[in-house]
C-alpha cells in the first residue's frame, strides 16, 4: 500500500489555513503560522483517510499537532492560560524546534505501509469466522479481568488490567457482525471503563477507546468526505463540552463533594446534568473556559520548561531515558527494584526543575527529545519514533494478511501513541506488557478460539 496525499486534501487545508490566519489578524509571523497549516492539513488527512484503515498514526500526528503546535500557537498569542502553565521563552525560540519536530514525527508514521489496507482485512472477517461467537467470549474475558485488576496484588494486576482491553476488542470485533444485540454488547463491553470514569472523574482512557471504536466504524460505514468532516468536528464539540463540565463534576463527585458516596452508576445522572448545563455555546466559549482549555490542551508549555530548564541547569541526559525506558518495560521490578515508573514524573521533575503536586503531567516525545540530544538530536528523534511506531504497525498488518482476526489488536497493543503529552516510556511499557499478555493469551486461547469459530470452507485468498 502507497501512501497518498490527494490534492483535495491539500487544498482544503491551504483554505481553511488562510481563513483561520485572517481571523487571527495576522498577529503571529508567517513562518510560525506553518504550526497553523499543518494542524489543518493533519486534520483534513485523518479525515481523508479513516475509511481506508485504522487511521490511528494519522490521528496521533493530528493530536500532536494540536497539542504541540495549534495550543502553543494560542498560548503564545490569543488566550492567556493559567499563569502557572505560561510557556517560558519566546515563540521564536520554540517553534523553530517544534514545528519541524511535529512534521518530522508525522513524516516517520505516515512513511511505513502495510502491504494492504486495513479495510480489506477487516472486510474478509466475517467471511473468514464467526466474529459474534468470539467477539462476545472476549468482551466476557474482559468484564472478567477488569474487577480482578482492582483487588489482585499490585505485581500482576497490571496484566490483569490489560487482559481487561480485550473486552474492546470484542467490541471492535462486533461492530463487523450482523449480531442482533451488537450494540448492547458494545456499551456492554465499555461499562467498566466508563463507570469507572464516572467514579474516579478522569476521561482520557474511556476518549481514547471511543475514538478507536470510531475508527472502525468509519471503515464499516464508508460514510461520504464531507459526513466525515461532519462526524470529527461533532465529536471535537462533544470533547469540549466534557473538557468544559469535568471540573465541576469533579466538586461535585470526588472526596469532600455532594454526591462523593455515590455508586459510580448513580454518578451517571449527575454527569450527564452537569454536561448539558455546560453544552452552551456561551460556556464552551467563555474567556474562562477558553482559558482552561488552552492551558490542557498547550503541552507546548512543558517543551518550552524543558528547553529553558536543559542544559542550563540540567545537563542533557544523552540517551538515558530512552535506556532506562526499554529497561523498565522489559525488566520486572523484582530485577530492578528503581526501575522507572510510567507516568513522566520523574523526566518532569528532572528535566523542568519543577515538582508535581497533585496533577498528572508529562514532558512528550518532543520534550524528552530535547531533554536527552538538544535542538537536531530532538527533531531527529521524534523521526525514529513515529518510523518505529509505524513498523510495528506495518508489522502487525502484514502478519494480518495471513490470519485477518489478528487486526483488531492493532488498538489493543497500540492504544498509547495518540497521546502527545506522553513521554516514550508510557507507550512502550503499555506495548511490552501489552505484548506479552498477547502471546500468552493467544498461545493457550486465542489460536484455539478461532480455530473453533472458523468458517468451514472459508479461505483468506
Known amino acids: 500500500m502507497n501512501y497518498s496525499i490527494k490534492g483535495k486534501t491539500i487544498l482544503l487545508s491551504v483554505i481553511s489555513y488562510l481563513v483561520l490566519y485572517g481571523l487571527s489578524s495576522f498577529i503571529f509571523p508567517f513562518w510560525i503560522s506553518m504550526a497553523l497549516f499543518l494542524t489543518c492539513f493533519a486534520f483534513f488527512q485523518f479525515v481523508e483517510k479513516i475509511s481506508d484503515y485504522i487511521a490511528f498514526r494519522e490521528l496521533s500526528f493530528l493530536v500532536a499537532c494540536i497539542q504541540l503546535l495549534a495550543g502553543s500557537l494560542i498560548a503564545f498569542y490569543i488566550v492567556d492560560p493559567d499563569p502557572v502553565f505560561m510557556p517560558e521563552g519566546t515563540p521564536e525560540e520554540y517553534f523553530s524546534y517544534a514545528i519541524p519536530g511535529v512534521s518530522l514525527f508525522g513524516f516517520g508514521m505516515l512513511i511505513i505501509n502495510p502491504r494492504i489496507t486495513d479495510k480489506v482485512l477487516l472486510e474478509k472477517t466475517p467471511e473468514l469466522y464467526d466474529l459474534s461467537a468470539i467477539s462476545i467470549r472476549l468482551v466476557l474475558i474482559g468484564l472478567v479481568a477488569a474487577p480482578l485488576s482492582f483487588v489482585l496484588p499490585k505485581t500482576i494486576a497490571y496484566f490483569f488490567n490489560i487482559l481487561s482491553y480485550l473486552s474492546f476488542v470484542g467490541g471492535f470485533m462486533l461492530v463487523f457482525t450482523k449480531h442482533p444485540a451488537k450494540w448492547l ?62 471540573n465541576a463534576y469533579r466538586e461535585m463527585v470526588l472526596r469532600g463533594g455532594e454526591y462523593s458516596d455515590q455508586l459510580a452508576i448513580n454518578k451517571l445522572g449527575v454527569f450527564i446534568d452537569v454536561y448539558f448545563d455546560n453544552f452552551r455555546i456561551s460556556n464552551l466559549t467563555s474567556e474562562g473556559n477558553l482559558s482552561g482549555r488552552t492551558t490542557r490542551m498547550n503541552q507546548g508549555a512543558v517543551v518550552t520548561w524543558v528547553m529553558n530548564h536543559v542544559p542550563q541547569y540540567e545537563p542533557y541526559a544523552e540517551g538515558l531515558t530512552i535506556y532506562r525506558s526499554f529497561e523498565s518495560a522489559i525488566l520486572p521490578r523484582f530485577i530492578k527494584p528503581d526501575k522507572m515508573i510510567a507516568g513522566g514524573q520523574e523526566n518532569y521533575e528532572n528535566f523542568t526543575g519543577r515538582y508535581i503536586g497533585g496533577t498528572s503531567i508529562n514532558i512528550s516525545l518532543l520534550g524528552e527529545g530535547y531533554a536527552n540530544f538538544g535542538y537536531f538530536g530532538g527533531i531527529l528523534f521524534m523521526l525514529v519514533v513515529g518510523m518505529s511506531y509505524s513498523i510495528i504497525y506495518r508489522s502487525i498488518s502484514n502478519y494480518s494478511i495471513n490470519h485477518p482476526i489478528y487486526v483488531y489488536f492493532i488498538s489493543f497493543l497500540l492504544i498509547y ?9 508510557t507507550p512502550l511499557n503499555h506495548f511490552v506488557k501489552a505484548g506479552i499478555v498477547f502471546l500468552i493469551f493467544n498461545q493457550f486461547y486465542f489460536k484455539e478460539l478461532i480455530r473453533k469459530y472458523r468458517i468451514p470452507g472459508s479461505s483468506v485468498d
Open 417 to 425: 501513541t495518540i497521546k502527545a503529552e506522553d513521554d516514550l516510556m
Open 185 to 246: 454488547w458494545i456499551l456492554v463491553a465499555f461499562s467498566p471503563t466508563i463507570l469507572n470514569a464516572l467514579s474516579g472523574a478522569i476521561f482520557y482512557l474511556v476518549i481514547i477507546w471511543l475514538a478507536f471504536l470510531f475508527l472502525y466504524f468509519f471503515i464499516k460505514w464508508d460514510l461520504s468526505f464531507g459526513k466525515r468532516i461532519l462526524v470529527v468536528l461533532t465529536g471535537i464539540i462533544l470533547i469540549m463540552a466534557l473538557d468544559t463540565s469535568k
